[in-house]
T-cell receptor, first 116, second 114 residues
Framework: AQSVTQLGSHVSVSEGALVLLRCNYSSSVPPYLFWYVQYPNQGLQLLLKYTSAATLVKGINDFEAEFKKSETSFHLTKPSAHMSDAAEYFCAVSDLGEGSNYKLTFGKGTLLTVNP | EAQVTQNPRYLITVTGKKLTVTCSQNMNHEYMSWYRQDPGLGLRQIYYSMNVEVTDKGDVPEGYKVSRKEKRNFPLILESPSPNQTSLYFC?????????????FGPGTRLLVL
């Protein structure tokens, strides 16, 4: 089974500062990787996903992530934080579970706080 | 509007009283899943369905049942709820396997079992 480690359960930045949310995965084969965002009292929505087409993936709201195979990392960045970015962020990796269940394994989440 | 709906959004119940959380999607997706979200644990898959009448266990299926009689609906059944099933539940659907395709999540159902 795959695993995902999100370093830092809580990250706090100032408005306008760089956002960096870290994600490391374990996978013996090239994975699909995802970042989902959860705004307060809402379900998760996709920010971006890596499917081996390009190592730098651009998503919505100016977020991007870079796949680094040598580091087994898929860190999420945004050049300039906005107050509306305050949310919980989940990294997820494709995982061939039992049977034919090609599912997602999620990290534990990182709560991003943006200070004015 | 493409969406996944869940009902109810909030539910308080007592131990042992059977309940059903409904999930419906209007995107004609074949693949549907149920997850539970607990603080510090992220999301864990309870059950999934790859098509009508095809369901199977995820990582934490104990105490839950599901059915998939129609493509759009995937209800989650707790036959005898216990306090350890207090959690936030999400239904999700996708056009293909969850590990490959984008999943679309419902708004969540917050369950408290007393």
């Amino acid at each position: 089974a795959q695993s995902v480690t999100q370093l830092g359960s809580h990250v706090s930045v100032s408005e306008g500062a760089l956002v960096l949310l870290r994600c490391n995965y374990s996978s013996s084969v090239p994975p699909y990787l995802f970042w989902y965002v959860q705004y307060p009292n809402q379900g998760l929505q996709l920010l971006l996903k890596y499917t081996s087409a390009a190592t730098l993936v651009k998503g919505i709201n100016d977020f991007e992530a870079e796949f680094k195979k040598s580091e087994t990392s898929f860190h999420l960045t945004k050049p300039s934080a906005h107050m509306s970015d305050a949310a919980e962020y989940f990294c997820a990796v494709s995982d061939l579970g039992e049977g034919s269940n090609y599912k997602l394994t999620f990290g534990k989440g990182t709560l991003l706080t943006v200070n004015p | 509007e493409a969406q996944v709906t869940q009902n109810p959004r909030y539910l308080i119940t007592v131990t042992g009283k059977k309940l059903t959380v409904t999930c419906s999607q209007n995107m004609n997706h074949e693949y549907m899943s149920w997850y539970r979200q607990d603080p510090g644990l992220g999301l864990r898959q309870i059950y999934y369905s790859m098509n009508v009448e095809v369901t199977d266990k995820g990582d934490v299926p104990e105490g839950y049942k599901v059915s998939r009689k129609e493509k759009r609906n995937f209800p989650l059944i707790l036959e005898s709820p216990s306090p350890n099933q207090t959690s936030l539940y999400f239904c999700a659907s996708s056009s293909g396997l969850a590990g490959v395709e984008t999943q679309y999540f419902g708004p969540g159902t917050r369950l408290l079992v007393l």
